[in-house]
């Protein structure tokens, strides 16, 4: 991150609220020996600074400017187009937003050139403690919000992600321009956790929930924008063959998951039917978390049977094949086996919760997921 803000005028930390964009945008302006002033566009008297934002801007033209919640108020980017330009310079301004650029209206627009944004994520197992599996199950049941993760007890773990949500749906989503009843917004998420993990059906949704399945697209948009599920899109290159071209669908956070599924400790995670559909959500979150800007994740299924959960492309050629299974004995399918084929993969993989890191058959490796993430995903990354 000191690295873009050596380079870039404008830097954008994006992220679900809570995540823990301020604390690290306060650490970063210790460490940048430069002057800075800070901005919470949620406090109204910060945002009565700006009543006249060129003038403030000018008279800081010296410092960082950091904007927080720059999704509040985007009509800031072509002002902010202009300040660059009248001194560019690095780390002019250090923007802090709960939404993708995509819902941040003409921030890409305004700022193209002179902008990098990056997404500051949950913790990944890999940030946290992972040498043994109750490790793992602390954080896939707890998900990786700092103050979910680090709660004294699994209850005050529930009673977070309670008020989370709440607060999501009562007040940010709103603010982000998704303007339909309180009520429906939280029902679309929490059907959204029950198909965790499975092919999108947008008109089943859209009945379910009396509205088109435009309008079930429109909205999904939005909860993807404020980085609460993720659309995994299908690889169908392959013109030959019966490919299944809707996304699946997934809760990014398995904390959230499971809170909006009513688990209320890892102990009832293991008899939930959700089960293997929250490993999968989970296994995949943190792979997809440490992945370069040149490598994309997919998943590919045949309507013949062939399915891999997750493929890694670089360039529009597929790199790697990893299959998620919650089990201690994995094995392959045919399934699997002709998704590997099909993908012409030379590395695959098949990540368990705990299990020891062998060769299964000749081109197919079994591992556990924090030693994949670890070992064998930056050899994947770098190759």
């Given at each position: 991150?000191?690295?873009?803000?050596?380079?870039?005028?404008?830097?954008?930390?994006?992220?679900?609220?809570?995540v823990g964009k301020t604390t690290l945008a306060k650490d970063l302006l210790t460490r940048m020996g430069r002057e800075a002033v800070y901005l919470d566009l949620e406090n109204p008297e910060d945002e009565a600074k700006l009543t006249d934002p060129v003038l403030f801007?000018?008279?800081?033209i010296d410092r960082c400017v950091v904007l927080d919640e720059i999704q509040r108020m985007p009509q800031l980017f072509p002002i902010l187009r202009s300040m660059v330009d009248i001194q560019r310079q690095p780390a002019r301004f250090l923007l802090l937003g709960s939404a993708t650029p995509d819902l941040i209206r003409n921030s890409s627009e305004s700022l193209a050139g002179r902008i990098s944004y990056r997404e500051l994520t949950p913790f990944n197992l890999t940030e946290v403690d992972h040498e043994t599996r109750d490790d793992m199950l602390r954080h896939w049941?707890?998900?990786g919000f700092p103050d979910a993760y680090l709660a004294p007890?699994?209850?005050m773990t529930v009673q977070w992600h309670t008020s989370f949500i709440q607060t999501y749906v009562e007040r940010?989503?709103?603010?982000?321009?998704?303007d339909?009843?309180?009520?429906?917004?939280?029902?679309?998420?929490?059907?959204?956790?029950?198909?965790?993990?499975?092919?999108?059906?947008?008109?089943?949704?859209?009945?379910?929930?009396?509205?088109?399945?435009?309008?079930?697209?429109?909205?999904?948009a939005f909860l993807e924008g404020a980085f609460l599920i993720r659309q995994l899109q299908?690889?169908?290159?392959?013109?030959?063959k019966r490919l299944v071209k809707a996304p699946k669908i997934y809760v990014r956070d398995t904390g959230a998951l499971h809170r909006l599924l009513g688990i209320a400790s890892t102990e009832a995670l293991q008899m939930h039917p959700s089960l293997g559909a929250s490993w999968e959500g989970y296994a995949i979150e943190q792979i997809i978390q440490l992945l370069p800007d040149d490598m994309e994740p997919y998943f590919y299924r045949t309507h013949e049977g062939a399915e891999c959960d997750l493929v890694l492309i670089r360039s529009g050629q597929p790199v790697a094949s990893i299959e998620v299974k919650y089990t201690s004995a994995p094995r392959t399918t045919k399934g699997i086996t002709q998704s590997f084929t099909d993908l012409g993969t030379a590395q695959n993989f098949i990540i368990t919760p705990d299990t020891d890191n062998y060769q299964l058959t000749e081109n197919v490796r079994v591992s556990k997921l924090s030693e994949f993430l670890t070992d064998h995903l930056p050899l994947i990354v770098g190759s």
């Amino acid at each position: 991150m000191l690295e873009l803000l050596g380079f870039f005028p404008v830097v954008a930390i994006v992220g679900p609220r809570q995540v823990g964009k301020t604390t690290l945008a306060k650490d970063l302006l210790t460490r940048m020996g430069r002057e800075a002033v800070y901005l919470d566009l949620e406090n109204p008297e910060d945002e009565a600074k700006l009543t006249d934002p060129v003038l403030f801007f000018k008279t800081n033209i010296d410092r960082c400017v950091v904007l927080d919640e720059i999704q509040r108020m985007p009509q800031l980017f072509p002002i902010l187009r202009s300040m660059v330009d009248i001194q560019r310079q690095p780390a002019r301004f250090l923007l802090l937003g709960s939404a993708t650029p995509d819902l941040i209206r003409n921030s890409s627009e305004s700022l193209a050139g002179r902008i990098s944004y990056r997404e500051l994520t949950p913790f990944n197992l890999t940030e946290v403690d992972h040498e043994t599996r109750d490790d793992m199950l602390r954080h896939w049941f707890r998900g990786g919000f700092p103050d979910a993760y680090l709660a004294p007890t699994d209850r005050m773990t529930v009673q977070w992600h309670t008020s989370f949500i709440q607060t999501y749906v009562e007040r940010d989503l709103p603010m982000l321009g998704l303007d339909i009843d309180r009520t429906m917004i939280r029902k679309l998420w929490t059907m959204v956790a029950h198909i965790h993990g499975n092919v999108l059906n947008m008109s089943n949704l859209g009945r379910s929930l009396g509205v088109t399945s435009v309008t079930v697209k429109k909205y999904l948009a939005f909860l993807e924008g404020a980085f609460l599920i993720r659309q995994l899109q299908p690889w169908y290159v392959n013109l030959g063959k019966r490919l299944v071209k809707a996304p699946k669908i997934y809760v990014r956070d398995t904390g959230a998951l499971h809170r909006l599924l009513g688990i209320a400790s890892t102990e009832a995670l293991q008899m939930h039917p959700s089960l293997g559909a929250s490993w999968e959500g989970y296994a995949i979150e943190q792979i997809i978390q440490l992945l370069p800007d040149d490598m994309e994740p997919y998943f590919y299924r045949t309507h013949e049977g062939a399915e891999c959960d997750l493929v890694l492309i670089r360039s529009g050629q597929p790199v790697a094949s990893i299959e998620v299974k919650y089990t201690s004995a994995p094995r392959t399918t045919k399934g699997i086996t002709q998704s590997f084929t099909d993908l012409g993969t030379a590395q695959n993989f098949i990540i368990t919760p705990d299990t020891d890191n062998y060769q299964l058959t000749e081109n197919v490796r079994v591992s556990k997921l924090s030693e994949f993430l670890t070992d064998h995903l930056p050899l994947i990354v770098g190759s």
